[in-house]
């Protein structure tokens, strides 16, 4: 009797899906030959794994993938034959499938990084033609995918090259090849606000490719943008970004401040247990070393976004406004509110890293461009777009609570006091502490030259500032070389003047005006510390001269004591008594032009720019090899 053909094979040991079985197949380094169409056909139906994918190209070493450049270079040129053919689904498995390609070849550091990445995927005789059509297949799929999953997937794909690429040749393609109208039609066209978040973070790192040395493209087109549809989208999505960002703050630590309940009261006395109603889950307590530690890994990667939101408020009006203006949709915050929340968020860490720092600064250039527009200004300053802001409370001292819809201006000045509070460090961020100062120095500029009277709690602002000079004082030697400090110096002392000499025009009422001459007055040797430790007297910039005056005029009058009698110990109401009295003789000496400053040119920020636009790629690369 003849055997039967039909025999029982043995059962693999392991289960391996088809498709990792032809990755495996694609990069034998003993086959040099093309594969099939039929290879490639079966391969692109197949749905791709792409974590099995990128860890199999990740272990290969740089030498090996540029051994197996023939089978990488088929790969890449079959996948944008099959996109570009638009069926489904084999289509966006391609998609799929470069994305994982180019996150992992792109990631790895060659010995030639431009012409190393060329070889492996396209040959350097073949480049130009391969990513011409390349980045035409994804402006075609963005623009006219055949549903708004495609044309994400293109996105995705965009985002994977472009950050990968960031500090190669490749990305002139992109520049030749404008994307800007693609990706706008498909923020336009998408379902939902969330699908905004990928294109106009590729947008920001587009438009800072190179910027300071060329006529950036993209650059260009957001100078002429005014789409207002499109940009309310792309505002709602940096919001919902925003809020995302800083709900990583608030898992590590809760910080909203419980109000008074029955609840609390009998717990604080531990009788928790009869406390009536529901038992609130507690928050896990984390350990203060472990929380610092936490911290400085945030914000999350998605903050690579506020590059993008960076660019857009510098060159587009209509943005910045509409950015300001926006109100809160059904049952969440205003998008500038998120951003304004972010922000403190940030500032109160600023300190835990490099990358915390840098994301500070940014969100800080973008406020600073807002108030330096004198219609923006004057909407953040006034009733008509007053916002609820959740402000940071992670870390102590803290400011008054309080709750409720405020000015902008208001939350805007705490989150400006936190940052000067919570980074006190003898390597100090000069940079970070003038953006502080300066941001304060604008908003009180309009405040005094429009005449409006803000309900604030001014005391903590002065106090503040004031402890900032004890802070420089003390820590002169350390401080006293670090570059730009001469401009913070400057910035700070006026301030302070343009406080004392415009105080009337702004202050809420006569009790602020005479907490500030009380503050000066308990300062008074500290500032004559402060100006020979850094010689301020010898620079015509500043006013403290203006302060030490003011400073010993009351001095004297207190020693005096209330009515010309000499008193060790005066009374609050005495002290009071004496800073009215005082106000009748006292003459400040001003400088003219305490109330001006300088207008915003990116060019002096082109450095920090640069740090920037490196972070946000990198967080970018994460983004992409995490999806």
Known sequence: MEPSPLTQQARPEVFQQKIVQLYDALFKDDDDNEKSEGFWKEFFLLKPDKATL??????????????????????????????????????????????????????????????????????????????????????????????????????????????????????????????????????????????????????????????????????????????????????????????????????????????????????????????????????????PEVAKELFAKLPGNEAAVLLATYDFAHANKLFCFTFVSLGAEKGAEAPFSSFLSLTSYLLQHSYTSARTSLYSHVNLLIIRQLIEDQVLCKRICSDETKMTVRLCRQRSPYLPSVGGDRVLAASILD?????????????????????????????????????????????????????LVRFLTTYTDDVKHLTNIETLLDNLVNLIALSLSAGEAFLPNPAAYDDLFYKLVEVGETLVKFRDNFELGKRPSNSIETLISVSTYYKELLSDGANGKKVKNLTSAQVAGVIKQGYETLSIQAKEGLDSWEKYREADERTFLKKMARAAVEDVKKLVSDA
């Open 415 to 467: 989150i400006m006091i936190d940052g000067i509070t919570h980074n006190l460090r003898k390597r100090l961020d000069v940079d970070l502490y003038s953006l502080c100062v300066g941001t304060i120095l604008r908003l009180i500029s309009h405040l005094s030259r429009s005449r409006t009277r803000l309900n604030y709690h001014w005391s903590e602002l002065f106090r503040s500032l004031l402890s």
């Open 54 to 287: 990128y860890k199999l190209l990740q272990d290969l070493s740089t030498d090996d993938l540029l051994h197996l450049q023939l089978q990488t270079r088929q790969l890449f040129s079959r996948a944008i034959t099959c996109v570009k053919a638009g069926n489904g689904p084999a289509d966006a498995h391609a998609l799929d499938t470069i994305t994982a390609f180019l996150a992992s070849v792109l990631s790895k550091k060659y010995t030639n990084p431009s012409s190393d990445i060329i070889n492996v995927i396209a040959g350097l005789d073949k480049v130009d033609a391969v990513f011409t059509e390349f980045v035409a297949t994804l402006d075609v799929t963005i623009r006219t995918g055949r549903s708004l999953d495609i044309r994400q997937k293109a996105v995705e794909v965009a985002l994977s090259v472009v950050s990968g690429a960031y500090q190669t040749s490749l990305l002139s393609y992109f520049t030749h090849r404008d994307l800007f109208p693609s990706l706008m039609k498909f923020i336009q066209d998408s379902d939902t606000t969330s699908r905004a978040f990928e294109p106009f973070t590729l947008l920001g790192l587009l438009a800072n490719y190179n910027k300071f040395e060329f006529q950036n493209p993209y650059r260009l087109r957001l100078d002429d943008f005014v789409n207002e549809e499109v940009i309310k989208r792309i505002i709602v999505s940096v919001g919902q970004t925003s809020a995302t960002s800083r709900s990583k703050y608030i898992a590590i630590q809760e910080d909203i401040p419980e109000g008074w309940t029955i609840t609390n009261t009998l717990s604080m006395i531990g009788l928790g247990s009869i406390a009536p109603g529901p038992k609130k889950p507690s928050t896990p307590v984390v350990d």
